[in-house]
């Protein structure tokens, strides 16, 4: 059975920062892509990051570049979304997200094989 586990959530002051880690057991993110989404109250998900752990490709939102860094630490099964400068619209649930995936560069959709529980982030101002 494969679990994604999400944590490193919590709550932060506005310009503060967090680091989220996902860690997988029952699926290896070796020659994988890892995606972080998040929702927050009463809007859709949408994806925030991701990373193509073949060939170290990666892709962030247009929120998220400058203040957000995904990587990955194979030994550890584990992929990490350090989130810096965060503002208060950065408050929602985050998700972790994996598939098999052999090929350059990152998916251009959201067809991910596995999915993690979420962890709540909350930014107050």
């Known amino acids: 059975e494969v679990q994604l586990v999400e944590s490193g959530g919590g709550l932060v002051q506005a310009g503060g920062s967090l680091r989220l880690s996902c860690t997988a057991s029952?699926?290896?993110?070796?020659?994988?892509?890892i995606g972080w989404y998040r929702q927050a109250p009463g809007k859709e998900r949408e994806g925030v990051s991701c990373l193509s752990s073949g060939d170290g490709s990666t892709w962030y939102n247009e929120s998220a570049k400058g203040r957000f860094a995904i990587s990955n630490d194979n030994a550890k099964n584990t992929v990490y979304l350090e989130m810096n400068e965060l503002r208060s619209e950065d408050t929602a649930i985050y998700y972790c997200?994996?598939?098999?995936?052999?090929?350059?560069?990152?998916?251009?959709?959201?067809?991910?094989?596995?999915w993690g529980q979420g962890t709540q982030v909350t930014v107050t101002a």
């Open positions: 029952g699926f290896s993110f070796e020659d994988s892509a």
């Open positions: 997200a994996a598939r098999e995936w052999a090929i350059y560069g990152v998916p251009l959709d959201d067809n991910y094989d596995y």
